[in-house]
């Protein structure tokens, strides 16, 4: 599976088209037994990379979120897929451009490569063994077609001038008290996964999360930014695995970091 991460990005640039149209028309809103919404771009955004997938990473488990939630049995080994179609359907829906397309894949218990889409903003962050790289592409467009491709990288901490991003949709006190306590000097928030983003690009310093989110929200998000040299922790420093099926694959709190020098430094 050399190169993966390429392979998912044209997949999710792939799977940007049906959702513009959607998005463009009109997107009816439903609501699914735990209370999350759901469109008609996340379930033909859905079947499209399944069958990407199926042709191209053929015997890989497959787990993705509107088939998890139509009632998927969850079989997966060591080395598995994770599928959030549209991360930030709530943007989607509020018709902000903050929406993405999220596949990873997991290896005993980590993700080590990963594809986000924002099909809304034409940009594309894909992230493995070779580093991660941010590009311009338009929904439906190939690989070779990409424009401003570039290798990105985290930056150091830079102390009084850390830069904090939050959820747009799920604020809440221990985030603030967490961000206080870094004395981050300003704080953004985001949408979906491009909060992962901002990090690997070396546009912000931290991203910590108390509130739930399940595995194909975060998986291609920390993909990346292990690629660009950050890394994903539970916000005590212990490391943040993937494959809790027990759980229903719901995470725990965690924490992006830009500089894992970080870490070290905030737990003492």
């Known amino acids: 599976m050399r190169d993966i991460e390429k392979l998912f990005g044209e997949i999710a640039v792939a799977a940007g088209l049906p959702i513009m149209q959607v998005y463009e028309a009109g997107a009816a809103c439903t609501v699914k ?11 033909r955004a859905e079947a499209l990379i399944l069958d990407q997938l199926a042709r191209l990473c053929g015997g890989v488990p497959v787990i993705a979120e509107e088939s998890m939630a139509a009632g998927q049995t969850a079989a997966i080994a060591e080395r598995f897929i994770l599928v959030d179609p549209l991360d930030g359907t709530k943007e989607f829906i509020h018709r902000r451009d903050e929406f993405t397309v999220n596949i990873a894949l997991i290896e005993l218990g980590q993700p080590i490569a990963g594809a986000i889409y924002a099909p809304a903003l034409g940009k594309l962050w894909i992230g493995g063994a070779r580093g991660a790289r941010r590009s311009r592409l338009d929904p439906g467009q190939a690989l070779a077609a990409a424009k401003d491709d570039v290798a990105i990288r985290t930056r150091p901490w830079p102390g009084a001038g850390a830069i904090g991003v939050a959820s747009r949709s799920h604020a809440d006190e221990e985030t603030d008290h967490f961000l ?19 990090l690997a690009s070396g546009d912000a310093d931290v991203y910590p999360r108390f509130s739930p989110t399940m595995e194909w929200d975060v998986a291609a998000g920390h993909a990346i930014l292990v690629a660009a040299g950050g890394t994903v922790t539970k916000p005590d420093g212990k490391a943040f695995c993937y494959g809790k099926v027990d759980e229903g694959f719901l995470n725990g709190p965690f924490v992006g970091w830009g500089d894992p020098r970080q870490i070290y430094k905030s737990m003492s």
Request: glycine share 10%; net charge neutral; charged share 25%.
């Open 33 to 43: 037994p735990d209370g999350s919404p759901v469109t008609e771009a996340d379930t």
């Open 180 to 198: 206080t306590a870094l004395s981050v000097g300003e704080r953004r928030s985001r949408g979906s996964s491009l909060k992962f983003c901002l």
